[in-house]
């Protein structure tokens, strides 16, 4: 059972706006930054968004993060095809003292 | 062009060992945390162990006892070692790298606990 908790699946059609929750607790969303990642089979995840919302070069600006509390979200806009993949969010857990990943939200484009 | 290369998975039986091995270049090695994430056969990202730059590691609770992280600087080279397998450990491993997020990462190396 993950520390991070995101829905199992979300889906829209090409051109439509896709939010991805992430819960967590004060002790790691709460006080530490989120981070999002894409993975795609067969291929190595990719960083989408650091620090909550800043996107690393390269990333087109229809993902954008988001983060109140202990909740974060990730944002795709103008859903296209190649978005179909599984998203995590993860931050580092004072409690824990380590790293943890949401459960995966699998994204597809119907 | 940054590169990460992990070698060392394979085939191993149960309450086996085996030791992953990640090569890197392209960045300052000795500057930058590392860390081992994998993905368990049909279940999400696990982030295994880390390494800080001063030889400071961490470790999920199920590697706790069992794994060890190790980096060798003048090599640009870190290392998992993984002691008593289990079937819950089968899955692909991978490195990762990043100042603020992991923005670096090899292409993975399946490891296969099994009798």
């Known amino acids: 059972q993950s520390v991070l908790t995101q829905p199992p699946s979300a889906s829209g059609t090409p051109g439509q706006r896709v939010t991805v929750s992430c819960s967590g607790s004060y002790s790691n969303i709460g006080r530490e930054n989120v981070y999002w990642y894409q993975h795609l089979p067969g291929a190595a995840p990719r960083l989408l968004i650091h620090?909550?919302?800043q996107r690393p070069s390269g990333v087109p600006d229809r993902f954008s993060g988001s983060k109140s509390g202990t909740s974060a979200s990730l944002a795709i806009s103008g859903l296209r095809s190649e978005d179909e993949a599984d998203y995590y969010c993860a931050a580092w857990d004072a409690s824990l003292r380590g790293h943890v990943f949401g459960s995966g939200t699998k994204v597809t484009v119907l | 062009e940054v590169q990460l290369v992990e070698s060392g998975g394979g085939l191993v039986q149960p309450g086996g060992s085996l030791r992953l091995s990640c090569v890197v270049s392209g960045f300052t090695f000795s500057s930058n945390d590392m860390h081992w994430v994998r993905q368990v056969t049909g279940k999400g990202l696990e982030w295994v162990a880390g390494i800080g730059t001063t030889g400071d590691t961490y470790y999920v609770g199920s590697g706790r006892g069992r794994f060890i992280i190790s980096r060798e600087n003048a090599k640009n080279s870190f290392y998992l070692q993984m002691n008593s397998l289990g079937g819950e450990d089968t899955g692909v491993y991978y490195c990762a790298s990043g100042m603020s997020g992991w923005i670096h990462w090899g292409q993975g190396t399946l490891v296969t606990v099994s009798s």
């Open positions: 620090t909550d919302n």
